[in-house]
């Protein structure tokens, strides 16, 4: 009896969740057709200027013109410096973030550089990374690893500095070793703290290379950006910059289906 009631509640439980679900997907497609909807009716009636914040219909033309040429080309250059960006800034920074886990000595001595380097804005070191690196696919990519690099490093530190000191001392005293405690405690500890990092630094790095490509570049959105203000092609600037939302959004769900895959996999 009292089994019948559990599965009676859980399954009421379960059909409110998804119906809450739903409505949120439909508040949310409302809330951009709405939006759409009054961006193109006040662009129709002249009470913004369409020629500089464009409307969705000439949007929709502009983005078929360029799927019949090199949009794609375009979308998996910046696809690609984001990604290798990324990749490196998380590799490199989780890297160091052990370093300085390990040495209390150097953390000591590189933490004001590091918060330094964190405010610092990155974009003021484009001229130079482009003089070092070069001016082409490498220095958008540094760019990229530049912004995202220092995240990484701090909010990695910082996760493992305030894993459970329990779990810590108990296998200290049954003789683990430094390495162990951290194979086996500290890093499994932290891997909630490393996909919040990943969800953090992949917006961070679309936003180092679109500033690479403003800066040096020949292919890719922020290259489209660029181009479609010199040349006042405003339906290009926005067509480009909803691209690059799509992007930053696809990006970002991957990293989300990454952890649920790897939580799983730890689960077990």
Known sequence: MNNTKISIEREAFLKGRKRTKQLVLICQIGILLLFLAIWELTAQLGWIDSFILS?????GSTFVNMAQYDLMTHVWVTVYETLVGFVLGV??????AVLLWWSSFISKVSEPYLVVLNSLPKIALGPVIIIIVGAGTEAIIFMALAISLIVTVLEMLNGFRHTDKEYIRMASAFGATKQQIFLKIVFPYNIATLFNSLKINIGLSLVGVIAGEFLVSKAGLGYLIVYGGQ?????LVMSSVIILAIVAAL???????LQKLAMRWYSH
């Open 55 to 59: 409307q969705p219909s000439r949007i």
């Open 91 to 96: 590799l490199t920074g989780t890297a160091l």
């Open 231 to 235: 040349v006042f092609k405003m339906d």
């Open 251 to 257: 990006m970002y769900e991957g990293v989300v289906l």
